[in-house]
């Protein structure tokens, strides 16, 4: 079992940044590979990014590559979500998720992941 909780998000305005957290409890935090995932009104959950367990294996999705970046601190069993240069079309609810089963590599879909946070509100002004 792994409980997340994700805090950071806002409101901020366009070209701005803010930094996601997503801590972890429970099992093993660094046995699972994590990701970040957003939902827009009206949208399906779409995938942003992920992380291996040791963090050697980064994937972003096309629209957030080079002005997000997703780390992690096993020894604080946190993963982080850096986003830079925000759009209007970067407003959602964001989710962490741990993957369990492919902990040395990245997954896109969200049905790869075993546990999800309750997830952060995230809005981005013109």
């Known amino acids: 079992q792994v409980q997340l909780v994700e805090s950071g998000g806002g409101l901020v305005q366009a070209g701005g940044s803010l930094r996601l957290s997503c801590a972890a409890s429970?099992?093993?935090?660094?046995?699972?590979?994590m990701g970040w995932f957003r939902q827009a009104p009206g949208k399906e959950r779409e995938f942003v990014a992920a992380?291996?367990?040791?963090?050697?294996?980064?994937d972003y999705s096309d629209s957030v590559k080079g002005r997000f970046t997703i780390s992690r601190d096993n020894a604080k069993n946190t993963v982080y979500l850096q986003m830079n240069s925000l759009k209007p079309e970067d407003t959602a609810v964001y989710y962490c998720?741990?993957?369990?089963?492919?902990?040395?590599?990245?997954?896109?879909?969200?049905?790869?992941?075993?546990?999800w946070g309750q997830g952060t509100q995230v809005t981005v002004s013109s």
């Open positions: 998720a741990a993957d369990t089963s492919h902990i040395a590599s990245t997954r896109r879909s969200e049905y790869e992941y075993d546990y």
């Open positions: 992380i291996s367990w040791i963090g050697g294996s980064t």
């Open positions: 429970g099992r093993t935090f660094s046995k699972c590979a």
